[in-house]
T-cell receptor
């Protein structure tokens, strides 16, 4: 199956700082989603972004499908941003492949 | 919409017991997925259904695991007999229409809150 690599694996930020999370994938994809798993374990969909750029408040995402990567930007981070961020890609046959995640800890 | 609803949220059982996890997908979603999350293996797709029919169960770890979807609003994942290595968080997710098609917000994978299973 398709390989999905996320970096960095761990990230510690001071509240108010900005960050960029990266997702690389090994083949062309039909769909890409970013999820946030909060400290209670819930997986929240952040973006559906197979290509282009989207913004939602302090978060934005860019996917460059031709170069097989996606970036998630978090600006002015808050403690509530803590958790694990997953990238998931869909190629075919309805199988989403998940990266191993970036664990973010935002300190007050 | 209430989202994807899973029950129970937490289950503690003893090795050898039968475990049944339940899921109600979002109304109108015709794809349903069962995932398992562990520290060692991350998120793994176990099985998925389309219009109540199992399409791919290649991720089901062994015969002790079975899943059913008797109607569009209900699915179960059963483990019999359970073993300590089955301890994990089990997620149900649904989507509509087929993941990967279209560009609207409806084409996204939406997860339930998960069922945390501990087998002693």
């Amino acid at each position: 199956g398709i390989q999905v690599e996320q970096s960095p694996p761990d990230l510690i930020l001071q509240e108010g700082a900005n960050s960029t999370l990266r997702c690389n994938f090994s083949d062309s994809v039909n769909n890409l989603q970013w999820f946030h798993q909060n400290p209670w374990g819930q997986l929240i969909n952040l973006f559906y972004i197979p290509s282009g750029t989207k913004q939602n408040g302090r978060l934005s995402a860019t996917t460059v499908a031709t170069e097989r990567y996606s970036l998630l930007y978090i600006s002015s981070s808050q403690t509530t941003d803590s958790g694990v961020y997953f990238c998931a890609v869909y190629q075919q046959f309805n199988k989403f492949y998940f990266g191993s995640g970036t664990k973010l800890n935002v300190k007050p | 919409d209430a989202g994807v609803i899973q029950s129970p949220r937490h289950e503690v059982t003893e090795m050898g017991q039968e475990v049944t996890l339940r899921c109600k997908p979002i109304s109108g979603h015709d794809y349903l997925f069962w995932y398992r999350q562990t520290m060692m293996r991350g998120l793994e797709l176990l099985i998925y259904f389309n219009n109540n029919v199992p399409i791919d169960d290649s991720g089901m770890p062994e015969d002790r695991f079975s899943a059913k979807m008797p109607n569009a609003s209900f699915s179960t994942l059963k483990i019999q007999p359970s073993e300590p290595r089955d301890s994990a968080v089990y997620f149900c997710a649904s989507s509509h229409p087929r993941p990967g098609q279209g560009t609207t917000g409806a084409n996204v994978l939406t997860f339930g809150a998960g069922s945390r299973l501990t087998v002693l």
